[in-house]
């Protein structure tokens, strides 16, 4: 055996099998249901991005890398400026989780979208790719990312410190861009090393207040570091045959109780882009269920702010504090409450109105709001569930569970919802014109011969 080489009988069969997949992931059929489910993904992504743009976050990643300059390659979306595949992906990625309007993967503990969409839209955009591959590449990217967190067991990634949060949008935005520039079985396996390299996050993320690191840890390094693979490989550069496998591996690293295998576990049959979560409301996940509930209510005619008296939430134990009287708006789910209450309604610029948190009237009635953290409801199947209770002013008690939280797997937003979500998020800053345009691009992505297609209308 030449020692300077790995044999062909050192790659797992593991890495076979998911290289070969990654590799030929652009040629397979899918579904009209697994399409039609990454198109809402891939708009609901895109949309935040747009939103984004207009945050803190999103701002300081656009003027960081137009001062960073580059060859004009790729979108940076929601801005005038176009530049390196890599900043773009980083900057695009930021934009995308700038706050807490992208969506979710229960499961893999992790926020696909953020970066994995970024990743694909970058590679494709450099590739010059069609709208379809574009399109598969996001779903791969989601099986991937997926799968390498449960590999590796998110809540035992969350023992040792690191965030899947991070880790699971590298190696699908990997994937994805690996897809894009059609790599080989070798040269997957080599960026699937240079992709463990920078695996890297820690979760003091949840200390940031601003939400601009997290923008970054969540969404934009991920993305960022798998154009760096990808982008390095397609120029030549090797790594190790089976960064998975073998003396001093990926696993050994980061995992003290691995399952490799459920890397390749159903790859192909079961898409986790149908097991992903959309969220209704531009808040943070554990949110979304009391804002069903109080909507529901609310439309049913029985609930009106002066008349309530008293309001108690309750949440599942293990993500109540999350939540709880936060410093910022859409994560704080007495604030958003209270502010749908008053408002009659949920919209994205209310969420993320940071001068109604100091509201006397706001103020008033999130006093009412308690909150208390239900084991019972961490076990409860569904996942997510909330119980709503208002005691109203005239002595009556409104009631309501949400079972199935909008959004989720087991309550999908339908193809209108997703489309009325996207319009309260692109229409104010690119106007009804380019955002009809826009989403009536994502919907048919399919018959787009070039991505490129997509820049006028993502840029403002």
């Not at 300077?4 to 076979?16: A, F, G, L, P």
């Not at 109080?294 to 609930?303: F, H, I, P, R, S």
């Amino acid at each position: 055996m030449n020692d300077s080489k790995t044999s062909k009988e050192d790659i797992s069969v593991v890495m076979r099998e998911l290289s070969a997949y990654i590799s030929g992931s652009l040629d397979q059929e899918l579904s009209e249901d697994v399409l039609e489910k990454g198109k809402h993904h891939l708009l609901d992504t895109l949309s935040a991005m747009i939103s984004g743009s207009r945050l803190k976050p999103g701002k300081l990643a656009i003027a960081y890398v137009r001062s960073l300059g580059g060859e004009p390659q790729c979108t940076v979306v929601g801005s005038d400026i176009s530049t390196n595949s890599v900043n773009a992906a980083l900057a695009n990625g930021i934009l995308a989780h700038s706050d807490e309007t992208d969506d979710s993967h229960l499961a893999g503990r992790f926020h696909p979208g953020c970066g994995i969409v970024p990743g694909a839209l970058a590679a494709a955009e450099l590739n010059q790719s069609r709208g379809i591959d574009l399109l598969k590449a996001v779903i791969l990217g989601y099986d991937i990312g997926a799968r390498f967190n449960i590999s590796m067991g998110p809540r035992e990634l969350y023992a040792g410190g690191h965030s899947s949060h991070s880790v699971g949008t590298l190696f699908g935005a990997s994937a994805a861009a690996a897809a894009l520039f059609a790599h080989n079985d070798e040269q997957v396996r080599h960026q699937l090393s240079f992709t463990a390299q920078q695996a890297s996050g820690v979760q003091c993320w949840a200390r940031d207040n601003q939400h601009s690191e997290k923008a970054f840890d969540f969404g934009g390094m991920g993305a960022r570091n798998a154009l760096a693979a990808a982008t390095m490989v397609s120029q030549g550069f090797t790594g190790v045959e089976d960064v998975l496998s073998g003396k001093n591996n990926f696993y050994s690293a980061f995992s003290d109780k691995p399952d490799p295998e459920a890397l390749i576990d159903a790859l192909g049959s079961r898409y986790e882009i149908m097991r992903a979560t959309i969220k209704k409301w531009a808040a943070g996940s554990p949110i979304q269920g009391a804002l069903d509930a109080l909507v529901a209510l609310m439309e049913a005619g029985d609930v009106k702010a002066s008349d309530v008296e008293r309001i108690k939430i309750q949440l599942p134990d293990d993500r109540a504090h999350v939540v709880d009287n936060r410093s910022m708006p859409d994560i704080c789910l007495q604030h958003l409450m209270a502010v749908t209450l008053l408002d009659d309604g949920f919209t994205f610029a209310a969420a993320h109105d940071y001068q109604r948190m100091a509201d006397s009237d706001v103020l008033a009635l999130r006093a009412k709001i308690d909150l208390v953290p239900k084991s019972e409801l961490t076990t409860a199947l569904p996942p997510r569930q909330v119980v709503l209770d208002i005691q109203m002013r005239d002595g009556r008690t409104l009631n309501y569970r949400t079972h199935a939280v909008k959004g989720t797997p087991d309550n999908p937003m339908t193809r209108e919802e997703v489309v009325h979500k996207s319009r309260d998020l692109i229409e104010p800053i690119l106007g009804r014109e380019q955002c009809e345009k826009l989403i009536e691009a994502v919907l048919n992505i399919e018959s787009m011969n070039n991505v490129s297609a997509l820049r006028p209308l993502l840029q403002a």
